[in-house]
């Protein structure tokens, strides 16, 4: 069990921006922009190396569904934005739940660091 099954239950306090059935949308702790909200399946998959197309294309459509909808919601959708799933060590990822990442509010920079 991660941190994020622990926001999913409620257990923690997150800022929820977004919820449906199977998925959450909060603000992440540690800002790498003026915008970065993180989207998740309330269901548990470790990374996005866990994803079968067939199994989980609906979840990953209904994730980006609601990136675009926090997107408008937030004021950043005209200029853009990037989202980002981090996969194992070398993707730089810390948390074992899939989790895509909302940023905007400002230039990226490519590549990434
Ligand atoms: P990654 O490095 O891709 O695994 O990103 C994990 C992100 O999760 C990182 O940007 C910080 C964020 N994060 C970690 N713990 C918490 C938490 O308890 N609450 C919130 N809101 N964000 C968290």
């Known amino acids: 069990m991660t ?3 622990k926001i999913i239950n409620k257990e923690i ?3 929820i921006v977004y919820e449906s059935d199977s998925v959450l949308a909060f603000r992440d702790i ?3 922009a003026p915008i970065h909200i993180l ?3 309330k269901i548990a998959i470790p990374s996005a190396r866990e994803i079968k197309g067939p199994e989980h ?3 990953l459509g209904e994730m980006i ?3 675009n909808k926090i997107a408008k919601e937030e004021g950043i959708f005209e200029d853009g934005f990037r989202l980002v799933f981090n996969a194992g060590t070398n993707g730089g990822q ?3 739940h899939l989790h895509m990442h909302l940023l905007g509010g400002r230039k990226m920079k490519w ?3």
Do not use: H, M
């Open 3 to 5: 941190i994020f099954t």
């Open 13 to 15: 306090p997150a800022d």
């Open 30 to 32: 540690n800002p790498q």
């Open 39 to 41: 989207i998740i399946p």
């Open 57 to 59: 294309a609906e979840l």
């Open 65 to 67: 569904d609601a990136a």
């Open 94 to 96: 810390d948390v074992y």
């Open 111 to 113: 590549p990434p660091g």
